[in-house]
């Protein structure tokens, strides 16, 4: 090539250059694909991609400092998920535990399927030195580093051994995150050494380059056998899920669900497709569902799913849907959702789908008897969060459905609350009314403790000036507080609802109901016995939220969780409010099973007796074939 048309840089600086100039387009909106580069850096990293970013600027690649490889990936995540999966942002760290660090990250983005680019070191590609501080050694696999632990949790993995491989492996890493059927974790490993090698670029390499979102619309054939299925049901019920969300598909459902009148259920990923208040909206579907809900499902001759993989909180571990002839429809952007429980498919984007959906039901619409019946178990089970949420004692110990009422009481239609894990989850799903389409943002197809101070971050990062709330418990805190920091160096003002209930709650609960008897989810000191069922840890997380840089409001009340919920929704800084809440149990109990096998022999009569039980459950098991 003649020198006019290369450019000579290596290959960290090749590859951030490229990053700069891909773009998503959708809808004729058009977004930078990889907005920016989260990184901590080591022997592995910092003298390519940190050179490079260096070099680079602000303006062509803004680059974010964490703290945690993990967390770095659950901030991109929460990013990418904001900005339904249209941007995304990239992840460089060294190699050895830097690398490894990044496994459950990218295993929560693959299996929500957001999409977030990561940049691991790896081993020198020349062997000048072997081993390498940091690198592994396998005895008879000699090309084998730690980064390939993120093969099985990457939607696609490429290791860049020779710099002019990195043009086919760049191309391929944008293809897949903007795919919205394929798109996950993806992983260009890069050997120290290749990130520092000059070579002569082709110029085209870098130029702009946008990669069309696009919106499939369902095979005619597919579609028409949808529509008869429907038109023949009697009690239909739409599954909303993420996919819902991440089609910006939520008008296409309200209109078809008021023209039919089908009512929707919503699991975690899929809540806020319908407002709260729609009269078709009868909340969360599942082990986690609301009363109203999970009595329909029960009941459904055909269940149409849209944009969800129907996890076992979803179907209750196969024993939620009970009709005998009960049938499947399922709209999805992936043959492999769609085909599931044997369903009819529907393949394409979920907006097309709905919209197509809609133009050929014509008129159809369900019968007035099954709607007032829903309609009726709608307003049943708003007096039951009703009678959970209230306080009426201001002066009293909060409990934790009572903090939720005194968020939601607080909180625009515009705030975000992101939760994970623990109890919350489960309380959120039957109990919080989403106001929006973004309002509700609960990572439950990994649900990973630890993720909801990051994602906030990354969710503020994405939409600046909206109120972000990230809900977590004392053990959830105690798993990775570290991004605190990162949110008070870069002056974002996420509000920290930081619960304190000394230990494992959720599963001190789940615990007891499969004869566990709470072994271990306490947060004490030992007994005489050597059990941990002493007196509580003398831990104080607010303080040590304070330390880390976050304005800290204690409340030991209603009155006082109110106050400081306003205060710190007004604030311009990171904000905690701690609250030390009643661990009485008020939120509305399961309403549908969830299959954690139970010991099949013990001499403990609580395994005994909960072994008993299990099985009478699992006895109502179905395969939908």
């Known amino acids: 090539m003649s020198e006019s048309t290369t450019r000579r840089l290596t290959v960290a600086q090749a590859l951030v250059r490229f990053l700069s100039v891909q773009y998503t387009e959708r809808d004729g909106v058009r977004r930078r694909l990889i907005a920016g580069t989260w990184g901590i850096f080591g022997h592995g990293n910092v003298a390519g991609i940190g050179q490079a970013l260096l070099e680079a600027g602000e303006a062509a690649m803004p680059y974010h400092q964490g703290r945690n490889e993990q967390a770095m990936v659950h901030a991109a995540v929460g990013y990418a998920r904001q900005l339904d999966r249209l941007s995304a942002q990239a992840v460089t760290t060294s190699i050895g535990p830097g690398a490894t660090n990044l496994v459950t990250g990218a295993a929560l983005a693959t299996i929500n399927r957001l999409p977030v680019l990561l940049l691991p070191g790896d081993y020198f590609a020349t062997r000048p030195a072997d081993p390498l501080l940091q690198q592994l050694e ?26 002019e491989a990195l043009i086919p492996a760049a191309l391929n890493a944008m ?23 000059a070579y002569d670029w082709p110029e085209e390499f870098f130029a702009d380059r946008v990669w069309r979102v696009r919106r499939p619309v369902p095979d005619p054939a597919e579609l028409a056998e949808a529509v008869r299925v429907i038109r023949s049901a009697a009690r239909p019920l739409i599954v909303a899920g993420g996919g819902v969300h991440h089609s910006e598909a939520e008008e296409a459902l309200r209109a078809l669900v008021d023209t039919t009148g089908i009512p929707v259920a919503s699991t975690q990923a899929g809540k806020g497709s319908l407002r709260h208040d729609h009269p078709a909206d009868l909340g969360g579907i599942g082990h986690t569902g609301t009363a109203v809900c999970d009595d329909i499902a029960r009941t459904a001759d055909l269940v149409i799913g849209v944009g969800t993989r129907y996890s076992d909180f979803t179907t209750a571990s196969g024993t939620l849907f009970q009709h005998p002839d009960v049938r499947f429809v399922n709209l999805n952007i992936t043959a492999f959702d769609s085909h599931k429980l044997a369903a009819r498919t529907v393949v394409g984007d979920a907006r097309a789908a709905l919209e197509a959906l ?51 009481a607080v909180v625009g239609d515009e705030d975000v609350v992101i939760n994970a894990a623990g109890s919350l989850p489960g309380d959120l799903h039957k109990l919080w009314r989403a106001r929006s389409r973004r309002q509700y943002h609960l990572e439950y197809g990994y649900s990973c403790m630890g993720y909801e101070i990051p994602a906030a971050i990354g969710v503020q990062q994405a939409a600046p000036g909206v109120p972000v709330w990230a809900l977590v418990g004392d053990g959830t805190y105690l798993m990775m507080p570290t991004e605190i920091v990162t949110a008070v160096q870069e002056g974002l003002p996420v509000n920290l ?27 004490r000191h030992r007994a005489a016995d050597g059990t941990f069922r002493g007196a509580p840890l003398p831990v104080d997380l607010a303080a040590n939220a304070a330390s880390l840089g976050m ?50 022999v013990s001499t403990r009569e609580a395994a005994t007796e909960a072994r008993e039980r299990y099985e009478r459950d699992a006895a109502a098991r179905r395969r939908h074939l």
């Not at 709607?371 to 201001?394: I, M, N, T």
């Not at 304190?500 to 008897?517: D, K, M, R």
């Not at 929704?569 to 096998?597: F, I, K, L, N, Q």
């Open 138 to 163: 396998h005895p008879v696999e000699a090309d084998v580093s730690v980064n390939d632990t993120l093969r099985p949790v990457s939607r696609y993995f490429d290791r860049v051994t020779r710099p």
């Open 175 to 197: 293809r897949v995150l903007a795919d919205p059927a394929e798109t996950g974790a993806v992983t260009l490993a890069l050997p120290q050494d290749v990130q520092a090698q």
């Open 358 to 408: 809609g133009a050929a039901l014509g008129g159809h619409r369900v019968d007035g008897a099954y709607e007032a019946e829903y309609r009726a178990g709608k307003d049943a089970w708003g007096r039951v969060v009703d009678a959970a949420c209230r306080a009426d004692d201001d002066s009293a110990v909060p409990t934790q459905t009572q903090l939720l009422g005194a968020l939601d």
């Open 497 to 523: 609802v930081l619960v304190q209930n000394h230990g494992y709650a959720s599963i001190g609960g789940l615990s007891e109901s499969v004869g566990g008897e709470r072994f271990g989810t306490a947060y």
């Open 551 to 600: 304005d800290v409001l204690r409340a030991k009340t209603v009155r006082e969780l109110r106050e400081a919920l306003a205060t710190a929704r007004a604030s311009d800084r990171p904000t905690c409010v701690y609250v030390e809440t009643d661990p009485a149990a008020t939120a509305p109990g399961a309403e549908a099973w969830w299959d954690v096998p139970v010991a099949e």
